[in-house]
Structures are given as structure tokens and as C-alpha cells.
């Protein structure tokens, strides 16, 4: 009896060692747990106005994965600037519902908002979820009159691993030789992207390669079904998706923001808004000190019961109008805030 135990551990071990997906599926059900409840706490702030909406609108060929919503309010004699949001999930979870209720307080105040789904891991591994977004771009661009897009006005977004997916997109964008080094051909001309906000994201992954406990756990094995590979870092993978090393001036305007609970916020979010004023990028920041209570966690923004999420959301939108004013003039860098 104990032999035949100690096979049966053996083969689960053996399991466990070969393939990600037992791991992948207890973080799903965790995470899709915590989606549930933060989109009840959103759900109050939600604007009581009618929403136009476009609902799972097919922009690739892989079904449901590969499908956008969109908002809007209307009322307009002329196409308004779009914010496109991508999703977090930590690569292998989520989904554009998760944002939804973000999406539309946004679109409340002019924009047109999309949200993005993309086929996650382990079910398609690296670049694909990339390939598809960009595609994604480029079918927004191809039906900007019919979604009341202006095509020239475009400003990615995105949270957790949708905020380093938008942050490699823009990149991909504005420096030829990164995207040649990805492979992939940018959908939007650099004129066309008028912003960029990111949220708790990651852009720096050997920064990442020594975290210990379930949080260290949890990323290597976000990364093993991403990438395909278990040793991640040492894949052209693990180099490519760490945009912090492939920013330059070429840039748009930038927000950026991290809560001070959560672990990525200061080897993740200020190195690169350092980084990234280094070149000359215009970059807003807010970040909270250590010891600022209470301690914001990952993903605070979408936690709108906290003061902090709602300064967040308020010099989000501050932000978005600024960058996409038709008639504004490049602006310059500007200065950190006090909280930073």
C-alpha cells in the first residue's frame, strides 16, 4: 500500500514538473475570484447614462478570444479619441469584462473605450497574445468611422500583465528596431498613439527572477505557461518582454502608477518612469510612500471604494483629455508629483 502511494506521489510530482497547467488553474480560480468581487465595487461608480455598445466584436479568427467590446455615449457631430484597455491576468487569466465597469466611467467623459480580450496562456504561448492585439489595432483603425473612432487619437492602456503588453505595444510602435527585433509589424504609425497608461504593470522580468513565496511562485509559473518555457529567462522571450530596456524619446505622454502594498510598484513601475524620463519622455506618476495607510494593494486603481484609487481615476482622466486635445501641443516632461 505504501509502495503504490508513493508511486501515484511520484507520477503527481512528475506532473507537476512537466507542465504548468495544474498550477495555471488553482491562480485562475484565485483570480477570477478577486475579478468577481472587484467588479461589485466598481459597479456603483458606473455613470447612470446610456452606453452605446458594440459587444464582442471579432477582430482576429480564434473565436472568443480574439474579440473587443466597446463604449460610448454618443452625441457627437465628429469621432472622438479612443482608450484601449488591455486586460490583466498575469498573462494566463482574465478577461475585457474584468474592466468593464473602469471602461465605462471613462467613456462617460468622451472617450470611446475599448476592451480587449486575447487568447492567454498556457492555451497559446508568446508572441501570440501580442500578434493579436496588435491586430486588434489595426481593426480598429480599418473601422474607426463606423465605431466613431478618430484613428489619429489612440491611447493604450492597460493593468498588471495587460499594462506590460500595452507598454510592449508602444514600444513596438515608437522603436523600429525593437519591433524588429519582436518580429512584428506595428498596426498604428507612431502619429496615431496619443498616450499611454499604465497600471501595476511589469516591464522589467530578470527583476522578477529571484522573488520567493507564493508571489515568486505564482510568476514563474505565469511565465512558464506564457513563454512555453520553464526557464524563461533565459529565452528570447524573457529578453523581449522587459520593454524597460527598449524605451526611448519616441515615446508619447505617459502615466504611470503603482500602489505602495504592492510588491512590483518599486522594482517594476518607478524604475521605469525613471527610465523612461531619462529619455525624455513626458511622464505622470503617482506613486504613494512606504509607509502610506492604508498599504495599497496590486490593482488598487479598480478598488474605487479607496480615496487613492479615485485621485488615480481623477488624474487618470485629467490625463486622457490632455493628451488627447485635437488642437494640444506636445508637451513637455513633466515634473514628479509630490507623492511620488
Not at 495555471?24 to 477570477?32: A, G, Q
Not at 514563474?220 to 524563461?232: E, F, I, S
Not at 505622470?284 to 496590486?298: K, R
Amino acid at each position: 500500500m505504501a509502495v503504490g502511494a508513493a508511486a501515484v506521489l511520484g507520477a503527481i510530482v512528475a506532473v507537476l514538473r512537466a507542465t504548468p497547467w495544474p498550477a495555471v488553474l488553482v491562480i485562475r480560480r484565485v483570480f477570477e475570484k478577486g475579478a468577481r468581487v472587484t467588479l461589485a465595487e466598481m459597479a456603483p461608480y458606473v455613470p447612470d447614462v446610456g452606453f452605446i455598445e458594440h459587444r464582442d466584436v471579432e477582430y482576429g479568427d480564434a473565436g472568443f478570444t480574439t474579440t473587443l467590446d466597446v463604449f460610448d455615449v454618443g452625441g457627437r457631430t465628429k469621432p472622438a479619441p479612443a482608450v484601449v484597455w488591455i486586460h490583466g491576468g498575469a498573462w494566463i487569466s482574465g478577461s475585457k469584462s474584468d474592466v468593464e465597469p473602469y471602461l465605462k466611467i471613462l467613456a462617460a467623459d468622451g472617450h470611446v473605450t475599448v476592451g480587449l480580450d486575447y487568447t492567454i496562456a498556457p492555451e497559446a504561448v508568446y508572441p501570440v497574445a501580442l500578434t493579436q492585439l496588435n491586430r486588434a489595432l489595426g481593426y480598429l483603425v480599418e473601422h474607426a468611422a463606423e465605431l466613431g473612432i478618430d484613428p489619429t487619437r489612440i491611447v493604450l492602456a492597460g493593468d498588471s500583465a495587460g499594462a506590460q503588453l500595452a507598454s510592449q505595444l508602444a514600444v513596438l510602435i515608437t522603436n523600429p528596431r525593437y519591433a524588429r527585433l519582436v518580429g512584428v509589424v506595428p498596426s498604428l504609425e507612431p502619429s496615431q498613439l496619443a498616450g499611454v497608461v499604465l497600471h501595476c504593470g511589469l516591464y522589467d522580468l530578470p527583476a522578477m527572477a529571484s522573488a520567493t513565496g507564493i508571489v515568486g511562485w505564482g510568476f514563474k509559473t505565469a511565465l512558464w505557461a506564457y513563454t512555453g518555457h520553464k526557464n524563461w529567462s533565459e529565452t528570447p522571450a524573457g529578453a523581449t518582454m522587459s520593454t524597460i530596456d527598449f524605451v526611448t524619446g519616441d515615446l508619447p505622454p505617459v502615466w504611470l502608477s503603482g500602489g505602495n502594498g504592492d510588491g512590483l510598484t518599486h522594482i517594476q513601475s518607478v524604475p521605469l518612469a525613471e527610465r523612461m524620463r531619462a529619455a525624455g519622455v513626458d511622464v505622470t506618476a503617482l506613486f504613494w510612500a512606504a509607509d502610506h495607510q492604508p498599504a495599497l494593494p496590486h490593482e488598487y486603481q479598480f478598488h474605487l471604494d479607496f480615496e487613492e484609487a479615485q485621485e488615480a481615476l481623477d488624474r487618470t482622466r485629467e490625463f486622457l483629455t490632455r493628451v488627447t486635445a485635437p488642437s494640444a501641443a506636445p508637451p513637455g516632461p513633466t515634473p514628479p508629483s509630490p507623492t511620488e
